[in-house]
Structure formats: structure tokens, C-alpha cells
Nanobody, 114 residues
Framework: QVQLVESGGGLVQAGGSLRLSCAASVSLGAMGWYRQTPGKERELVAAIISSSGRTKYSDSAKGRFTISGDNAKNTVTLQMNSLKPEDTAVYYC??????????WGQGTQVTVSS
């Protein structure tokens, strides 16, 4: 069974930074981060292909967030800078063979105060 263990998150003021980390129990082809707020669908924030390092970002994350992976440790990190109140959400680590939407972490709360 694939397990994703997240760390990081918390409360930060607008303009601040947070780092989210996720460790997978096995090696997978794609890893990423989604986020969700009450009443809304879960949305992709950023994803990375393990073999190539190719990344994809949502429009809201571009220029502020950076996703990186460590294939040797099966980990993925999301560095979030210039945080805004609208970034407040539960962030989920995700992973999959080709697309990072097969396996999920438990979620970690990120709250950005104005």
C-alpha cells in the first residue's frame, strides 16, 4: 500500500513563506500537490515528473511556488513564497504512476492571515 506522509503547513502572515514536504513509501512516476477549500473542488497546485524533473504549475502558483523532488528519498517539496490569504486551504500531497492523482496524503492546513 502506498503511503504519503506530509509535513509542514501552519499559519503565516500574508507575504510570508511556508514549505511543505511529502515522503512516499515507494517510488512513483509523478508527484504533486493539490489544495482544497470548503465547498470547492480539489485543484492542482503543482506537479513534477520524477524521471525528467518536468514541472507544471497552476496559474495562481506560477512565480510564487516551487516544486522539487528527491528521487533517492521519494520525497517532494513545495516551497511557497509571497503567500496570499487566498492560498488558505488544505494542501494534499499526491502521487501516481503517470499522473499524480492516484494516491493521497492526509492533508495539511495552510492558513494565510491578512
Amino acid at each position: 500500500q502506498v503511503q504519503l506522509v506530509e509535513s509542514g503547513g501552519g499559519l503565516v502572515q500574508a507575504g510570508g513563506s511556508l514549505r511543505l514536504s511529502c515522503a512516499a513509501s515507494v517510488s512513483l512516476g509523478a508527484m504533486g500537490w493539490y489544495r482544497q477549500t470548503p465547498g470547492k473542488e480539489r485543484e492542482l497546485v503543482a506537479a513534477i515528473i520524477s524521471s525528467s524533473g518536468r514541472t507544471k504549475y497552476s496559474d495562481s502558483a506560477k512565480g510564487r511556488f516551487t516544486i522539487s523532488g528527491d528521487n533517492a528519498k521519494n520525497t517532494v517539496t513545495l516551497q511557497m513564497n509571497s503567500l496570499k490569504p487566498e492560498d488558505t486551504a488544505v494542501y494534499y500531497c499526491s502521487a501516481g504512476v503517470l499522473i499524480p492523482n492516484e494516491f493521497w496524503g492526509q492533508g495539511t492546513q495552510v492558513t494565510v492571515s491578512s
